[in-house]
C-alpha cells in the first residue's frame, strides 16, 4: 500500500489478492554452476546437483544444505513433474514470458527432491490444481536462460 490506497483485496471466498512486483535491477555473473544449468536449459536438458544424502536439488545447489561442501556430482532430471502448490497471476507484468493470466507454482520435476518455481500456463485459475502433471514448453530460439523454459503446461494426464 502506498499513499493511503490499497491496492489488495479479499474474494467472497477469503482469498486474499494483491499485487505483485518482482524485479531484481543488478547483474551477475552465474558462476560454473548455474552456467552448466543454463547452458543444459538451452539444449532442452534440465540437470541438478547431488547431495550428500542423495537428494537432487533444482535448480542445482552449489554447496551441500548438509556439509557445506560443494556439490561436484550432477544428475539429469525429466522436463515433467508436479505441481506442489501456485498462485494465480491475474495480470503480467512486462518480463513475463506470458503476457496472459497465468499460474506460478512450485514444480516437482520427476527425478528431483527440491521444487522449482515457474509458470504453468493453465488458461484460467479454475483449471489449475495442486497435483496435477506439467511439462515444460521450450522456447523457440533459447539463449542460456531460465526462460528457456517458457512455462509448463498442464498434461492430458491431469485430473481433472
Known sequence: MSGGTSEY???ADGSFTAPLELSY???????????????????????????????VHVPPAEFDPITG???????DVASTGTIVTWSWQPAP???????HPFAWALI???GADTNVLHAVDAGRADAIKTGMRVTARWADEPSGSITDIVCFDLTSGSPA
Open 25 to 55: 535491477p543488478y547483474k551477475r555473473t552465474v558462476g560454473p554452476i548455474l552456467s552448466r544449468f543454463l547452458t543444459g536449459l538451452r539444449d532442452q536438458r534440465i540437470e541438478g546437483t547431488k547431495g550428500s544424502d542423495g537428494r
Open 108 to 110: 516437482s520435476l520427476d
Open 69 to 75: 561442501e560443494h556439490l561436484t556430482e550432477w544428475a
Open 9 to 11: 483485496s479479499i474474494a
Open 93 to 99: 507484468v512486462e518480463g513475463n514470458t506470458l503476457q
